[in-house]
């Protein structure tokens, strides 16, 4: 490299202190985490124990073992989970790091000889005001606009785009526009890389020296490139550095679950510390040399992140997460889109599976493959386990029958304080997930499951096609469950609301578990001891939360459909500049604060299960 630069650390006390506290949650998650996984099998292990002494037959054994299953169920959900659900994969993650918290050291890189970038922009009809915001924010980082070239990747062959950038040109002499063709039939975000990897190259000066993708709502802050690509000129082994997505149009609240910082505050750290970050999707800086050893972008996934990943690593190189804002994006405004988007998602995790037929992933070690699988794997068992729970719990309550059984008053006492301390444990562990995270998790109820049953429907459409012999459906702009984005008439308005939305699934959900409440309460208030018969049936601590959890998860599209919400347009979250329309995300659009999650119910939850513990205790 023709280069003349420095690499100096980031001097910045703000930055400094958040590191600081990290790094002590991070110190912090192991003894918690192990916490959990013992107290948890302790307390299935007696309930196991007290079923098989109890002197009970029929169905007054079976509902409780069933039971036992379903909670054993929801807490491997809880373990698997590894973006959404504290504690999730983390506990794995958590226990293995033990003394090797390390935090990648936050660089600058100084000077104006610096390494040539290739910045590529996917675009797919998103909307031009949405991409032409990005490539302003791109060209202007500070860079020297000598040093790298913006390409725009169209794979909607759009003539308003390619208008708007051949004017763009008069002034940004780096940008460049570049589409398939109007015959592309595979709308995959890796197909469409490949293809800009192969036009740079034919480019004046050949291919740049590193290469960097931004999502196309993606707006990169100045300091992007001066603070990743430092990582790769410090360390000749690592080949490619990550970012953390942040957000800009969340609601206040998050009321729909959109917020990902579990992933980037928690996950990707902890998976950093073990020498296994992932590609972060957008804003990735990485060598050429790399990408091209590999033979370019992965296609064989929609998640090409997650295969470009395993397949690096394949080959010695190192991937490391930087844990600093250098971005800003958007997620879905609408129920719909946000649906979508799940479903997507969906598809895109549980079809990377196919990695192990996958000819290149020959060269990974059974366990780094195993790796790579898991996500897959973990992702398929949530959603069946979710649907299972959905299904089975309200049955349960409907037959009227303890959920806990035991032969005498001091077992009921020691499985109420076995549940008490899991529980407390979970909630500990959640408590640190949800501080990292800006406390933008509900400690108790963070787990947004009411999307499983649209994932649920795309996981058997994909089974569906694979038998069919189709193969695994690939991404398309309209996705893999599509919403029509005008809906005019009033069947297509009933339909939208009462299938599309899911109001009539979680209607019946809800139904179904007020139901089984109102029995439980009937039975109880039929029974000669009303409030032990109550107990050990709803009020169950850890029964109690799993229905409430089920009941008010499925509110939110149901709420949506009763109280619908109108998305905040996207130019008020904006600060522009009316000169050079250049745009980057408004100072309370940016304020973390705002998207926190209220913590109302995690207080009433936990103050019912340390008031009934105790109650039971007691009695």
């Known amino acids: 490299m023709s280069v003349n630069f420095k690499i100096v650390p980031l001097d910045n006390a703000s930055e400094k202190m958040r590191a600081e506290e990290e790094m002590k949650m991070l110190r912090q998650m192991p003894n918690a985490g192990l916490a959990c996984i013992l107290s948890s099998w302790l307390y299935f292990g007696y309930s196991f124990w007290c079923i098989q002494r109890a002197a009970v037959t029929g169905w007054e054994a079976i509902v409780p073992m069933v039971y036992l299953g379903l909670e054993v169920a929801k807490a491997n959900f809880d373990l698997l989970n590894s973006e959404q659900v504290p504690p999730g994969l983390t506990h794995l993650l958590a226990l293995s790091i033990k003394d090797k918290v390390r935090r990648q050291p936050l660089l600058r890189l100084l000077g104006n000889q610096v390494p040539t970038v290739d910045v590529f922009i996917t675009y797919c009809g998103e909307g031009l005001d949405i991409v032409m915001d990005t490539v302003r924010a791109a060209y202007a980082v500070d860079y020297p606009k000598d040093r790298f070239r913006i390409i725009v990747l169209d ?53 740049f020296e590193l290469i960097a993708v931004l999502d196309v709502d993606m707006i990169p802050l100045p300091n992007w490139l001066r603070a990743l690509v430092p990582h790769l000129l410090q360390d000749m ?95 879905p405004s609408t129920l719909a889109s946000h649906i979508k ?37 973990a992702f398929g068992f949530q959603i069946l386990t979710v649907m299972v729970i959905f299904v089975a719990f309200p049955i349960l309550l409907l037959t009227g029958f303890p959920l806990v059984v035991t032969s005498t008053t001091t077992q009921l006492k020691i499985l109420t304080l076995l549940g008490f301390l899991r529980l407390l444990a979970v909630f500990n562990y959640s408590l640190l997930s949800s501080k990292a995270t800006n406390y933008h998790l509900s400690i108790v109820s963070s787990s947004h499951i009411w999307p499983v049953p649209f994932q649920f429907q795309t996981l058997v459409q994909l089974f569906l096609s694979i038998v069919a012999g189709h193969g695994v459906p690939l991404f398309t702009p309209s996705g893999l469950i599509g919403f029509k984005r ?104 940016r304020d973390q604060v705002r998207v926190r999650v209220s913590q109302l119910w995690s207080v009433v939850a936990i103050a019912y299960v340390v008031l009934v513990s105790v109650v039971l205790c007691w009695l």
């Not at 308003?160 to 004017?167: G, N, P, T, V």
Request: net charge positive.
């Open 341 to 377: 988007q799940q479903n997507r998602w969906c598809a895109g995790i549980v079809s990377t599976a196919a990695l192990w037929w996958n000819p290149r992933a020959k060269k990974l070690s059974p366990g780094a493959k195993f790796g790579a699988l898991f996500p897959a794997i």
């Open 155 to 207: 794979d909607k062959v759009s003539n308003e785009l390619r208008s708007a950038i051949k004017e763009s040109q008069t002034t940004m002499k780096n940008l460049y526009y570049s589409s398939r063709n109007a015959k592309v039939v595979t709308h995959t975000k890796a197909a469409n890389l490949n293809h800009g990897l192969q036009f740079v190259s034919q480019l004046p000066g050949g291919s």
């Open 486 to 589: 005008k809906t005019t008439s009033a069947s297509q308005r009933v339909k939208l609301a009462l299938w599309d939305y899911g109001f009539f699934v979680h209607s019946m959900i809800s139904l179904a578990c007020a139901s089984g409440v109102a029995r439980s309460f009937q039975a109880a208030i039929d029974s000669k001891h009303f409030w032990h018969d109550l107990f050990v049936r709803v009020g169950w601590p850890p029964a109690f939360l799993l229905c409430t959890l089920a009941a008010t998860d499925s509110w939110t599209p149901i709420g949506h459909v009763i109280f619908p919400t109108t998305p905040v347009t996207r130019e008020r979250l904006l600060d522009r500049d009316p000169e050079t329309k250049l745009a980057y995300p408004t100072a309370k659009a």
């Open 237 to 331: 082994k690592v080949g490619m550095a990550n970012p953390p997505q942040h957000l800009y149009n969340i609601p206040d609240g998050d009321p729909w679950g959109q917020s990902m910082d579990i992933l980037y505050d928690v996950l990707e750290p902890l998976k950093h510390c073990k020498n296994s970050a992932w590609c972060t999707g957008s804003g990735w800086v990485a060598r050429r040399s790399a990408v091209d050893q590999l033979g370019g972008v992965p296609e064989e996934s929609i998640n090409e992140d997650v295969l470009l990943s395993v397949f690096l690593r394949a080959l010695s190189w190192n991937i490391v997460y930087v844990h600093e804002p250098v971005q800003w994006g958007m997620v």
